[in-house]
């Protein structure tokens, strides 16, 4: 998601109290300037990353617990978002794949100007099972392509996933890739590969 932890962290603290019946609501206005205030001398155009989009906003106010209806409006909204290729294919390079989802870096102030983004991957899952460093807030995506006995329909509905995964889930804890442009549509066609391609070291 485009918008910092730290903003996260701050509505999540202040709508606490309110969500569990222990105080007011949150004033909505003061934790923007807080928010803002804690950020200077930003580089042009990162001033719009500190503020939430619609589904962010929802998710927020509702501690991820969005009602039937909001989470209706979140995926309809971000359903419209994902392209996918002209081209039909979703599986590119499972090689290339592999250091997408290694890769942690971007969209740091220190980046210099062109650093390709990576999907950090293996801070959330397990994919590759001789790989011993992995998160746990995902869950383990070890033979995942296997698993779905590798069918194309399988592979584009991951993609798609890898592209905005508020379209299918609303409040996901999964960063929108393709959605914020943290990845671009070849990295999500490799990322994919990684999933599904048969000679993956994640499907053996």
């Known amino acids: 998601m485009k918008t910092p932890f730290i903003a996260l962290t701050a509505i999540a603290l202040a709508t606490s109290a309110s969500a569990a019946g222990e105080g007011p609501t949150v004033?909505?206005?003061?934790?923007?300037?807080?928010?803002?205030?804690?950020?200077?001398n930003l580089p042009e155009g990162w001033d719009d990353r500190l503020k939430q989009d619609e589904a962010q906003r929802i998710c927020s106010e509702t501690r991820n617990q969005p009602s039937e209806a909001q989470a209706e409006k979140i995926v309809e909204a971000e359903k419209s978002k994902v392209q996918m290729p002209a081209d039909g294919k979703v599986v590119g390079d499972w090689k290339a794949g592999e250091k997408v989802a290694q890769n942690g870096r971007g969209f740091q102030f220190s980046d210099p100007a062109g650093t390709e983004a990576g999907g950090n991957c293996y801070a959330c899952h397990q994919l590759d099972p001789k790989e011993t460093s992995y998160g746990t807030l995902g869950p383990s995506l070890k033979g995942y392509g296997k698993a779905f006995k590798f069918s194309e329909e399988a592979a584009k509905a991951t993609y798609a996933k890898i592209y905005d995964a508020q379209?299918?889930?609303?409040?996901?804890?999964?960063?929108?890739?393709?959605?914020?442009?943290?990845?671009?549509?070849?990295?999500?066609?490799?990322?994919?590969?990684?999933?599904?391609?048969?000679?993956?070291?994640?499907?053996?």
Do not use: W
């Open 27 to 40: 004033d909505a206005a003061r934790v923007d300037k807080t928010v803002a205030s804690s950020f200077t």
């Open 167 to 204: 379209a299918v889930l609303a409040c996901s804890n999964m960063p929108r890739f393709g959605s914020n442009h943290v990845l671009t549509e070849k990295q999500i066609k490799d990322v994919t590969a990684y999933l599904f391609d048969p000679q993956s070291p994640v499907n053996k």
